[in-house]
């Protein structure tokens, strides 16, 4: 049992190195890059950086799409309240709006009250 899981995660290793090894930089994203430019190596003449020639990775372009990163999931997106639509006036807390149409009005529970003498026995 134990050979075997030892050949799996060797199996598995090799794998994942294969998949590295062959991964196709053309699916990679495109990225503003380093700030290597050009510089090539001394000795053998190959390039110091993973894509030289292009620009850094800073400035405007980055900053834009820095602050725009999240706007797709933090912007606030209202449903259409079919109630509201009928408001004219909101005049704030505690005081009930003015809206277009027929007002509802709720008469109260009670009307008048009868007082009874207290008779301590």
């Known amino acids: 049992m134990k050979a075997s899981l030892s050949i799996y ?3 598995a290793m090799a794998l994942f190195g294969a998949a590295v090894v062959f991964a196709n930089p053309a699916l990679l994203p ?3 890059g ?3 430019g050009k510089a090539t190596d001394p000795v053998n003449g190959q390039a110091l950086a993973n894509d030289p020639g292009r620009p850094a990775g800073g400035g405007e372009s980055a900053l ?3 602050a725009a990163f999240d706007d797709r ?4 997106k209202l449903s259409i309240n079919d109630q509201n639509q009928r408001l004219l006036e909101k005049p ?3 005081i009930l709006p003015k809206v277009q149409g027929p007002n509802i009005v709720i008469d109260p529970p009670v009307k008048e009250g009868t007082k009874v003498q207290a008779s301590p026995q």
């Open 64 to 66: 834009g799409g820095a």
């Open 73 to 76: 999931h933090v912007s606030q």
């Open 92 to 94: 704030g807390a505690g």
């Open 34 to 36: 380093y700030p290597m």
């Open 9 to 11: 995660v060797i199996v």
């Open 30 to 32: 495109q990225h503003p």
